[in-house]
């Protein structure tokens, strides 16, 4: 069982608004993950860390920032809140290795209005 | 740029059926991931396949890797309501700094 976390789990909020979407882990990974997904639709990589101080963008263009001061903790911030960053955000992390397999946390569903 | 193709896209049997999911791809992968993930809730890792070839099994779900490493398929045998899902498998690649290639999803409904 994957030890990853995610909070909130649902939050609604109001245009202009700025949010943190917090993630953590403890597995020990160096290698984390932020993705977008749209309900039952394919997940956009938006951002990745190797390991603390280390933060890359994905594939998808992203208006949010990440950072990484410890291992175990990615958070993602959105500055100003928008109708079109409504979706589910999923947090995964992974060892370095062979597989590169990812374990996903919960996900975060964002509601802009 | 990598891709992984699944099909189908959509799939709705009745309980008790079978059914096969592809993954396949012009790459050659280090590894294979799959995923099943419920509405509003995170992707839970099935099984990862890395020799060419391997087969893996979990109660009734079959996991191939093919021997070139280009694709896999999952097979679901007497399938359940309970199966019902988004099956995702994704990739493993060295070169591309280590990160996953996930293909686009196969939406599973099974009816009772």
């Known amino acids: 069982e994957a030890d990853i976390y995610q909070t909130p789990r649902y939050l609604v909020i109001g245009t202009g608004k700025k949010i943190t979407l917090e993630c953590s882990q403890t597995?020990?990974?160096?290698?984390m993950y932020w993705y977008q997904q749209d309900p039952g639709m394919e997940l956009h990589l938006i951002h990745y860390?190797?390991?603390?101080?280390?933060?890359e963008k994905g594939d998808l263009s992203s208006e949010s920032t990440v950072s990484r001061i410890r291992t175990e903790h990615f958070p993602l911030t959105l500055e100003s809140a928008r109708p079109s960053h409504t979706s589910q955000y999923l947090c995964?992390?992974?060892?370095?290795?062979?597989?590169?397999?990812?374990?996903f946390g919960p996900g975060t569903r964002l509601l802009v209005l | 740029t990598q891709l992984l193709e699944q099909s189908p896209q959509f799939l709705s049997i009745q309980e008790g059926e079978n059914l096969t999911v592809y993954c396949n791809s012009s790459?050659?992968?280090?590894?294979l991931q799959w995923y099943r993930q419920e509405p509003g809730e995170g992707p839970v890792l099935l099984v990862t396949?890395?020799?060419?070839?391997e087969v893996k099994k979990l109660k009734r779900l079959t996991f191939q890797f093919g021997d070139a490493r280009k694709d896999s398929s999952l097979h679901i045998t007497a399938a359940q309501p309970g199966d019902t899902g988004l099956y995702l498998c994704?990739?493993?690649?060295?070169?591309?700094?280590?990160?996953?290639?996930f293909g686009k999803g196969t939406k599973l409904s099974v009816k009772p």
């Open positions: 396949v890395v020799t060419g070839g």
């Open positions: 597995m020990g990974h160096d290698k």
């Open positions: 995964a992390s992974s060892e370095w290795g062979l597989t590169g397999t990812q374990y």
């Open positions: 790459s050659v992968f280090s590894s």
């Open positions: 994704a990739g493993g690649d060295r070169g591309s700094q280590g990160n996953l290639i």
């Open positions: 860390s190797y390991g603390v101080n280390s933060t």
